[in-house]
């Protein structure tokens, strides 16, 4: 007689799934069962927290997160059970519905392999030359069928736009500046940032920031391109005030710019009640036009007396608390390493960022971004060592430098300045709390400040070593953090 109970039913764990040789499920199934809070809520920790302990979490204001919800407002944030040594739990905004179809795009169009995977060795058996003919039997360059749907063709446009926006806010001023019918508008515009407007950066006002600018739904077609996912690791609570630290820098930080200057990861419904400003360099605010661009996109500078102002006026208590600001703390100098496959921080040298978050009283919220250095080719450093040391050279003239990048184009896969379209995966970690110091006089005990800034890093390897077999499967080197 046959029965409707299942008597083996299927495994939903990734790590039972391995052991019958199962695929993993998909993001779809994984989010319409239920979360199984026991198992959650059990695993490493007698006390039933689902991401690890933390020394004094909930004295100091941190929620424990929560394994029983797997919904909230409305469906927009999932619980994903993903499977890793410490067993953490990361919560994240429902992506597109054709977010597996961009992943299987992404395989089919990847670049050509140009380097060999960790622990890969050549064959000792042949040595072989080329085969005659090889090269007339495709085109070097994989040109995009006419075929494509026009949702891709968009979010290509929207990559196109954000690449070029400073270019193209320039060219328009200068065209103006050119034109006397147009004085009449850039004359009172030059004289208004001049003399009226040169702080707005740096003054800690959030007035010029635009929620229907960073919410519009171009900014998802802009995130879904690669695409781009934010994950939370524990909830942060709207009384305290924060720095986010981004690594690595990349070459354009594309997923900082989607998380933290827009909506379209869903910052807000991951962090209600924190208003984060990503800070970019004080130079972007002297291009006419593009500055009011940035401003509204809630861009400030990165300079000292920005940050200090942004975390010192407005917010809930009108001192700061329930504001962040998000520093991309390798900079210009972390770029020249961005190579495919790898994760080379400069980070050991930087403690600025430590330092102001000590006087400031604000905690520290590492965030790595698994695949950041992958959206771009570049020459590399090791094998050009002259480049390196011209790109080295114009930085310390100019305070900025240029990588030699490249990557896919508008209408090839395998030449132009487009990034490829390669998932990122940005990761934001546990808080570091500090106690402060300085607040009237400035100094900071440099023990302390060591030990907090050794936290930080211990916190980022703690992300990566969760994390890496799951977003860095393709990686060629381990995390290193450098100078």
């Known amino acids: 007689m046959a029965s409707n109970v299942s008597l083996n039913p299927e495994p939903s764990k990734s790590e039972e799934r391995a052991e019958h040789n199962l695929p993993p499920k998909s993001y779809a199934a994984a989010a319409q069962e239920p979360a199984n809070t026991q198992d959650i809520g059990n695993s490493h920790q007698p006390n039933g927290t689902t991401n690890g302990s933390i020394s004094g979490f909930k004295e100091h204001g941190y929620p424990s997160p929560d394994p029983s919800v797997d919904s909230v407002d409305g469906n927009k944030l999932v619980y994903e059970k993903r499977g890793n040594l410490n067993r953490d739990s990361l919560t994240s905004v429902e992506p597109e519905k054709d977010y597996q179809n961009a992943l299987q795009h992404n395989e089919e169009t990847k670049p050509r392999n140009r380097r060999k995977k960790l622990g890969e060795k050549p064959s000792p058996e042949l040595a072989?030359?080329?085969?005659?003919?090889?090269?007339?039997?495709?085109?070097?360059?994989?040109?995009?069928?006419?075929?494509?749907?026009?949702?891709?063709?968009?979010?290509?446009?929207?990559?196109?736009?954000?690449?070029?926006?400073?270019?193209?806010?320039?060219?328009?001023?200068?065209?103006?500046?050119?034109?006397?019918?147009?004085?009449?508008?850039?004359?009172?515009?030059?004289?208004?940032?001049?003399?009226?407007?040169?702080?707005?950066?740096?003054?800690?006002?959030?007035?010029r920031r635009s929620k229907l600018l960073r919410g519009s739904k171009l900014w998802s077609l802009f995130a879904s391109y690669f695409p781009i996912r934010l994950h939370r690791t524990v909830e942060l609570p709207s009384t305290r005030k924060y720095?986010?630290?981004?690594?690595?820098?990349?070459?354009?930080?594309?997923?900082?710019?989607?998380?933290?200057?827009?909506?379209?990861?869903?910052?807000?419904?991951?962090y209600p009640g924190i208003t984060n400003s990503l800070c970019t360099l004080d130079s972007n605010f002297n291009i006419p036009f593009y500055r009011d661009y940035a401003l509204a996109m809630g861009l400030i500078s990165v300079s000292r007396e920005s940050i200090e102002a942004q975390l010192s006026t407005g917010g809930i208590d009108n001192a700061g608390m329930g504001k962040a600001v998000t520093i991309v703390v390798g900079g210009a100098?972390?770029?020249?390493?961005?190579?495919?496959?790898?994760?080379?921080?400069?980070?050991?040298?930087r403690k600025g960022?430590?330092?102001?978050?000590?006087?400031?009283?604000?905690?520290?919220?590492?965030?790595?971004?698994f695949g950041e250095n992958d959206l771009y080719d570049q020459v590399d450093s090791d094998?050009?060592?002259?480049?390196?040391?011209?790109?080295?050279?114009?930085?310390?003239?100019?305070?900025?430098?240029?990588?030699?990048?490249?990557?896919?184009?508008?209408?090839?896969?395998d030449v132009g300045l487009m990034p490829y379209r390669r998932s990122v995966n940005l990761v934001v970690g546990r808080p570091i709390q500090v106690l402060q110091q300085g607040e009237k006089d400035g100094r900071v005990d440099e023990r302390y400040l060591d030990e907090v800034h050794a936290r930080y890093v211990e916190e980022l390897k703690r992300i990566w070593d969760a994390h890496k077999d799951t977003f860095a499967k393709e990686r060629i080197e381990e995390l290193e953090i450098m100078e």
């Open 128 to 207: 072989s030359g080329r085969r005659a003919g090889a090269g007339w039997e495709r085109s070097a360059i994989r040109w995009a069928p006419l075929n494509v749907p026009v949702q891709r063709r968009l979010q290509t446009l929207m990559i196109l736009w954000h690449t070029t926006s400073i270019p193209l806010f320039l060219t328009l001023f200068l065209w103006c500046c050119a034109i006397p019918l147009a004085w009449p508008i850039v004359v009172p515009y030059i004289v208004f940032v001049l003399i009226f407007d040169s702080h707005a950066a740096s003054n800690g006002s959030t007035s």
């Open 243 to 270: 720095i986010f630290g981004y690594h690595p820098h990349g070459i354009i930080s594309h997923g900082g710019f989607a998380a933290f200057a827009t909506e379209a990861l869903g910052f807000s419904e991951l």
């Open 333 to 349: 100098r972390e770029s020249l390493d961005a190579q495919p496959g790898t994760l080379r921080l400069v980070l050991n040298a």
């Open 353 to 369: 960022f430590v330092k102001l978050a000590i006087r400031m009283g604000a905690d520290l919220v590492p965030v790595l971004a």
């Open 383 to 413: 094998m050009h060592p002259w480049i390196h040391k011209m790109q080295m050279l114009v930085k310390k003239i100019m305070g900025f430098t240029v990588p030699l990048f490249h990557a896919r184009g508008v209408f090839n896969y």
